[in-house]
C-alpha cells in the first residue's frame, strides 16, 4: 500500500499573512476547541458554488486541534491523499480526477421505514439543521490517519425529522451512482453504488455527523462533496461520501466493503487496536505528516462516548 505523500510545492502557512493565521487560532482558543470539549461554535450556512476548489487553502492546521491537543492535519494532506474508489484506488489521483464531479444541484432522499419521508435539496440542509465544527481524529483501516476539522450536523438531527418508526433498526446510505463522472464506477471487483450502513443507535449518537465542509470552507469533491458522513470511532470506510440516498430499514444492510471481502471488513468496524485485519495490524498508525507511528486508541479515542453501545457484545467476533 503506498503510503508516501506527493510533495506540497508551497506550504499554506508560507502564503497565509502571519495575522490570520494567528488571528484563526486565537478565535478556537476562544471558542473552547483547545480546552478540550469537542463541539464547537456554529457556522452560518455555506454559499454553495460546484466547485469549491481551495483557491486560498487554509493555514496549516489554522489553529484546529482535536479534544487530545493533536494539531489538524494540514488542508493539502486532507484534500491531496484521499479514498474514493469513484475516481480512482490511487490515493493522490482522487483531487484531479474529481474536479469535475458535478455536486449541485443535489437532493438527498430519506425513506424507508419512517413516517416522514422527504427529499432535501443541499440547501435546505444547510439552512435546516444547526451546523458545527468538530473536530474529528479518523483512522483509516490502512493504519494511516488525520486530524479533520469538519463542518455538519448530527444525523440524529435529520433522523429526528424524518421520524424512523418502531420497525426501523439500521440505517443505510447510498453514493451517487453516476459511472460516466465516476470512472471507479465501471469497476468489477465492487457492487456499486458504495454503500454503509449503521445501527439506528449508532446513527442516533451525538458523535455522528454529516459533513457539509472542512477548514470551514464547502466539502471539497476529493473529500466526499456536498455531503458525507463521519463516525469517528470506526475506520474510515464506514465514513460513505457523496450521498444521495439515507433509507431507515429492519435488518442490517450489505456493504461495500462487507460483501468484497466479508473476512476482512465487518458490520461493526470499530477501531479496535486488538483485533488485526488479518494482513496487518491494527496495534498502531501513522499520522499523516508524522514520521513515528502511534498506538491506536480502542474506539479511536472515543470510547468514554460509544463503548457503551457495544456492551455485552463480543467485539472480536463483531469486527
Ligand atoms: N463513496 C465512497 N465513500 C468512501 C470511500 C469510497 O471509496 N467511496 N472511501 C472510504 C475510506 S476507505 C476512507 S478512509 C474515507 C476517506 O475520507 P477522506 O478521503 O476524506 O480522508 O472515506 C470513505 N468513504
Ligand atoms: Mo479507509
Keep these: ?39 464547537l461554535a456554529s457556522c452560518a450556512p455555506q454559499a ?33 491523499y484521499n479514498n474514493f474508489y469513484e475516481f480512482s484506488t490511487d490515493k493522490e489521483a482522487v483531487a484531479p480526477l474529481s474536479a469535475g464531479f458535478t455536486t449541485s444541484p443535489w437532493t438527498v432522499e430519506v425513506y424507508g421505514l419512517v413516517n416522514k419521508p422527504k427529499t432535501y435539496g443541499m440547501e435546505d440542509l444547510l439552512a435546516k439543521f444547526t451546523q ?17 476539522p469538519w463542518t455538519g450536523f448530527t444525523l440524529a438531527s435529520l433522523l429526528k425529522e424524518v421520524e424512523p418508526t418502531s420497525d426501523a433498526k439500521y440505517v443505510r446510505f447510498e453514493t451517487v ?23 439506528l443507535d449508532e446513527a442516533l449518537n451525538d458523535l455522528t455527523l454529516l459533513a457539509t465542509g472542512l477548514y470551514g470552507e464547502p466539502m471539497p469533491k476529493q473529500d466526499g ?10 475506520y474510515g470506510f464506514k465514513s460513505i461520501k457523496s450521498i444521495v440516498k439515507i433509507e431507515l430499514v429492519r435488518e442490517q444492510p450489505n456493504t461495500l466493503w462487507n460483501t468484497a471481502a466479508p473476512n476482512e471488513y465487518g458490520f461493526y468496524s470499530n477501531v479496535n487496536p486488538d483485533v488485526p485485519h488479518p494482513r496487518w495490524s491494527q496495534a498502531t498508525e501513522r499520522r499523516i505528516g508524522e514520521f513515528n507511528r502511534r498506538p491506536t486508541l480502542p474506539f479511536n479515542g472515543y470510547a468514554e462516548q ?8 463480543d467485539l472480536k467476533a463483531n469486527y
Excluded at 510533495?7 to 499573512?17: M, N, Q, W
Excluded at 460509544?306 to 457484545?313: D, I, N, P
Design 48 to 80: 454553495l458554488p460546484d466547485s469549491p476548489a481551495s483557491e486560498n487553502p487554509p493555514a496549516t492546521d489554522a489553529g484546529f486541534t482535536d479534544e487530545l491537543g493533536d494539531p489538524a492535519t494540514p488542508y493539502n494532506d486532507i484534500t491531496n
Design 132 to 148: 458545527e465544527e468538530r473536530v474529528y481524529r479518523l483512522r483509516c483501516v490502512e493504519a494511516w490517519s488525520m486530524v479533520i
Design 225 to 234: 462533496a456536498p455531503i458525507r458522513l463521519v463516525v469517528p470511532w470506526k
Design 177 to 199: 451512482h453516476r459511472p460516466d463522472e465516476m470512472k471507479g464506477q465501471n469497476s468489477p471487483f465492487y457492487v456499486w453504488p458504495y454503500q454503509e450502513g449503521l445501527r
Design 306 to 313: 460509544v463503548a457503551s453501545l457495544y456492551q455485552g457484545m
Design 1 to 39: 500500500m503506498n503510503q508516501n505523500l506527493s510533495a506540497v510545492p508551497i506550504r499554506p502557512s508560507e502564503i497565509t499573512p502571519k495575522d490570520v493565521y494567528f488571528s484563526r487560532r486565537d478565535f478556537i482558543k476562544t471558542a473552547g476547541v483547545a480546552a478540550g470539549s469537542l463541539a
